[in-house]
């Protein structure tokens, strides 16, 4: 991933430093393993330990090195490792092992450690999510269908949904990582032709991982499922982003994310204050999707396997869990300085004549006694009246014959339109909300 969408965080997880690392325990641990069970010397073991290589930026020069002339990147690893350790304990370095053995029991490792960081990610985006939301229950605001005024909610009630469908994605990384904290040492094809399973078993014991049926890889469904997990978040990060630049268009202006001392809108107009925010994440999104695409299809490999995921996997991996936790903390830091406007919120309601309680007037109708087919007429012509004519829909309506003026006080009480949320608060309510700031 480019340094602009990197962190940290994810960096430490997925550097070459941090890959050789992981290569490197596997095998000290896949020798102790060994030992264990009597094939290798309990002594060669240990000095394999005490020998081995520190695998920092040197480490990787020299295994790069070496690969230039191996044209194999982990049996230029192993010559490394190899000379660093010496005769003749390093001779068991490897011993009985396929590459896919020590890559792929890494790579999942290495994507458990992530999906840790994505979810700390998802309960931190939650938290703040609840706070705005309960911040701006009351907050009445015009709810849009097709772009089109349709009837009262909240703004907070708007941010509660989004914080569900966030829980949702937390549920997803928190399956995606059960999924992939898994791991195989059996060999060439799976069959440990060459390997005990016991050695397996004290390398995933002593990794926290699982170990699973595999050919000579660990199956790809798990990999997608994982990525999906990642363009889930992307999707939904999307969806509260585009919800935010459409209330930050000029002709709506409900909210405006956080503009800070010296930041710049445009180059050109100096008066622009841009959604900087919410279209980049919107954009790597897109990332995210396309990625997921390319993980769906290295799950069909050819017969035992094959490298043709492999290069994909070197970018999308990394790329992706890079994206998805850059978007979630890109939104959090939005939505902590995202400016609320009540007061356009309330004036964009009042923009439409009144016209926003058609329903309850139809409804009002039909309970007086009116026939639905009646009632949504009468509704209607005054409704496109008030359209037409930019005039006031309940004036037009008390001064129909057809109308009874005593069903409009309650078809007209905005707390009428608005007496349930409590449903959708309750279920906010019960989320289980924890973030790393406390």
Same mark, same amino acid.
């Given at each position: 991933?480019?340094?602009?969408?990197?962190?940290?965080?994810?960096? #430490?997880?997925w550097s +070459?430093?941090?890959?050789?690392g992981?290569?490197?325990e596997?095998? &000290?641990?896949?020798? /102790?393993?060994h030992a264990?069970?009597?094939v290798v010397?309990?002594?060669d073991a240990?000095?394999?330990r005490?020998?081995a290589?520190v695998t920092?930026?040197s480490f990787?020069?020299?295994v790069l090195?070496r =690969?230039?002339?191996t044209?194999?990147d982990?049996a230029a690893f192993v010559?490394v490792v190899?000379?660093?350790i *010496?005769?003749?304990a390093?001779?068991w370095?490897h011993y009985?092992?396929?590459?896919?053995d020590?890559?792929?029991t890494a &790579?999942c490792w290495?994507?458990?450690?992530?999906?840790?960081? %994505? @979810?700390?990610a998802? +309960?931190?985006l939650?938290?703040?999510?609840?706070a &705005?939301?309960?911040?701006?229950r009351?907050?009445?605001?015009i709810?849009?269908t097709?772009?089109?005024h349709?009837?009262p909610?909240?703004?907070?009630a708007?941010?509660a949904l989004?914080?569900?469908?966030?829980?949702?994605?937390r549920?997803r990384l928190?399956v995606?990582r059960?999924r992939?904290?898994?791991?195989?040492l059996? *060999?060439?094809?799976?069959t440990?032709?060459n @390997?005990?399973?016991?050695?397996?078993?004290h390398?995933g014991?002593?990794?926290? %991982?699982?170990p699973?049926?595999?050919?000579q890889v660990v199956?790809?469904d798990r990999?997608?499922?994982y990525?999906?997990?990642?363009a889930?978040? *992307? !999707?939904?990060c /999307?969806l509260?982003?585009? =919800?935010?630049?459409?209330l930050?268009r000029?002709?709506?202006? =409900?909210?405006?994310?956080g503009f800070?001392?010296?930041?710049?809108?445009?180059?050109?107009?100096?008066?622009?204050?841009?959604?900087?925010?919410a279209?980049t994440?919107? *954009?790597? #999104?897109?990332?995210l999707?396309?990625?997921l695409s390319?993980?769906?299809?290295?799950?069909a490999?050819?017969?035992?396997?094959? @490298?043709?995921?492999s290069?994909?996997?070197r970018?999308v991996l990394?790329?992706s869990?890079?994206l998805a936790?850059?978007v979630?903390?890109r939104?959090?830091r939005?939505?902590e300085?995202?400016?609320?406007?009540p /007061?356009?919120?309330q004036?964009n &309601?009042?923009?439409s004549?009144g016209?926003v309680?058609s329903?309850p007037v139809?409804?009002?109708?039909?309970?007086a006694g009116?026939?639905r087919?009646d009632?949504?007429?009468?509704?209607q012509r005054?409704?496109?009246? !008030?359209?037409?004519?930019?005039?006031d829909?309940r004036t037009l309506l /008390?001064?129909d014959?057809?109308?009874? +003026?005593a069903v409009?006080?309650?078809?007209?009480d905005?707390?009428r339109?608005?007496?349930?949320l409590?449903?959708?608060?309750?279920? %906010?309510?019960g989320?289980?909300?924890?973030s790393?700031d406390g």
């Amino acid at each position: 991933m480019i340094p602009r969408y990197s962190t940290p965080e994810m960096d #430490a997880v997925w550097s +070459d430093p941090a890959r050789f690392g992981r290569w490197l325990e596997v095998e &000290l641990l896949a020798t /102790e393993g060994h030992a264990a069970v009597g094939v290798v010397p309990a002594e060669d073991a240990m000095a394999c330990r005490d020998r081995a290589p520190v695998t920092d930026d040197s480490f990787v020069q020299a295994v790069l090195d070496r =690969e230039a002339v191996t044209d194999h990147d982990v049996a230029a690893f192993v010559d490394v490792v190899q000379t660093e350790i *010496g005769p003749p304990a390093s001779s068991w370095i490897h011993y009985g092992l396929t590459s896919s053995d020590v890559v792929d029991t890494a &790579l999942c490792w290495a994507m458990r450690d992530a999906a840790d960081l %994505l @979810i700390e990610a998802a +309960d931190d985006l939650l938290a703040t999510l609840v706070a &705005l939301a309960r911040t701006h229950r009351d907050t009445v605001m015009i709810g849009r269908t097709h772009g089109v005024h349709a009837e009262p909610t909240t703004f907070g009630a708007k941010v509660a949904l989004w914080a569900l469908q966030v829980d949702r994605d937390r549920d997803r990384l928190r399956v995606a990582r059960e999924r992939i904290a898994v791991m195989k040492l059996s *060999g060439a094809v799976g069959t440990y032709s060459n @390997i005990p399973p016991e050695v397996e078993r004290h390398v995933g014991d002593a990794l926290g %991982l699982a170990p699973v049926a595999a050919t000579q890889v660990v199956a790809r469904d798990r990999h997608a499922e994982y990525l999906y997990a990642c363009a889930s978040v *992307g !999707a939904t990060c /999307e969806l509260i982003a585009v =919800e935010l630049r459409h209330l930050q268009r000029t002709e709506v202006r =409900e909210v405006q994310e956080g503009f800070k001392v010296g930041q710049k809108g445009s180059s050109a107009m100096p008066h622009k204050r841009n959604p900087i925010s919410a279209e980049t994440i919107s *954009g790597l #999104a897109r990332v995210l999707r396309a990625n997921l695409s390319a993980g769906l299809q290295d799950v069909a490999l050819w017969h035992e396997r094959d @490298i043709s995921h492999s290069s994909v996997e070197r970018i999308v991996l990394p790329d992706s869990s890079q994206l998805a936790y850059y978007v979630m903390r890109r939104l959090r830091r939005l939505l902590e300085g995202l400016v609320v406007f009540p /007061e356009r919120m309330q004036a964009n &309601l009042d923009a439409s004549y009144g016209l926003v309680f058609s329903q309850p007037v139809l409804l009002s109708l039909v309970q007086a006694g009116a026939s639905r087919d009646d009632a949504y007429r009468i509704v209607q012509r005054n409704a496109m009246r !008030a359209w037409d004519e930019a005039c006031d829909f309940r004036t037009l309506l /008390e001064a129909d014959d057809d109308v009874d +003026d005593a069903v409009l006080d309650d078809a007209f009480d905005l707390a009428r339109s608005l007496r349930h949320l409590e449903v959708v608060f309750d279920q %906010l309510d019960g989320l289980d909300v924890t973030s790393a700031d406390g």
